[in-house]
């Protein structure tokens, strides 16, 4: 190349771009760490003969159950317990011990004895309001 010409080099694959402008959601974080780590040719294997149950203490824990579905967690067992439970560590590690994996809410996983919390896995979920009122004392951007 001679004088003024500019030669333009394509990005290579393993420095794209892969921040986001908003939080994720679990299944779009999954889907993301699965594009990203393919694109390296890295394939990553998904441990379906693992033994998941899950717990909640909520005042509807049937919301959490169809979240689980909705994901499609299918866990061995359901635990439900009084809203706002605070779980000792025998309840945990009972739990924990019937399955590989164990789920629970966010705000369930904080009542989780902190020893036993490595043992438990939080899953957030992502509420969306539609017909927001303008007029409405807490903007939008703080409950998304």
């Not at 909640?56 to 824990?61: E, I, N, V, W």
């Not at 635990?79 to 809410?105: G, I, K, N």
Request: net charge negative; proline share 7%.
């Amino acid at each position: 190349l001679g004088g003024n010409a500019v030669a333009h080099h394509k990005k290579p694959h393993w420095q794209k771009d892969f921040s986001v402008s908003k939080p994720l959601n679990f299944q779009q974080l999954i889907l993301r760490l699965h594009q990203f780590w393919s694109e390296r040719g890295c394939l990553i294997m998904q441990p379906y003969s693992e033994k998941v149950g899950a717990f909640c203490g909520l005042g509807a824990p049937e919301s959490f159950r169809v979240s689980l579905a909705e994901a499609g967690v299918r866990p061995e067992f359901f635990e439900v317990f009084p809203d706002h439970h605070c779980y000792s560590e025998a309840e945990v590690a009972a739990l924990a011990a019937r399955a590989d994996v164990v789920l629970t809410t966010e705000k369930d996983w904080l009542n989780v004895p902190e020893a036993l919390r490595g043992r438990v896995v939080a899953v957030g979920l992502e509420v969306e309001v539609e017909g927001w009122p303008e007029d409405f004392p807490w903007p939008r951007s703080a409950v998304s």
